[in-house]
């Protein structure tokens, strides 16, 4: 099972027979903006793998 931990204030509880539980005092908070910001940052990846790809592609057409 994987957990994203977004705050420090996040408890769970795991027995040996494989149940979780999550502690009562627990809350998660995302901080605004977060899944914008990450979502803009995989697109600029994505837009910078598409250039080095094109330019690779320009470049082996020219030298071959």
């Given at each position: 099972m994987a957990t994203q931990i977004l705050e420090t204030n996040h408890g769970v509880l795991a027995s040996a027979s494989g149940d979780v539980r999550t502690d009562a005092s627990c809350e998660i908070y995302a901080k605004d903006g977060?899944?914008?910001?990450?979502f803009f940052y995989a697109?600029?990846?994505?837009?910078?793998?598409?250039l080095t790809i094109a330019g690779g592609w320009e470049l082996w057409r020219l030298l071959r």
């Open positions: 977060s899944v914008i910001r990450g697109m600029l990846l994505n837009f910078f793998l598409v």
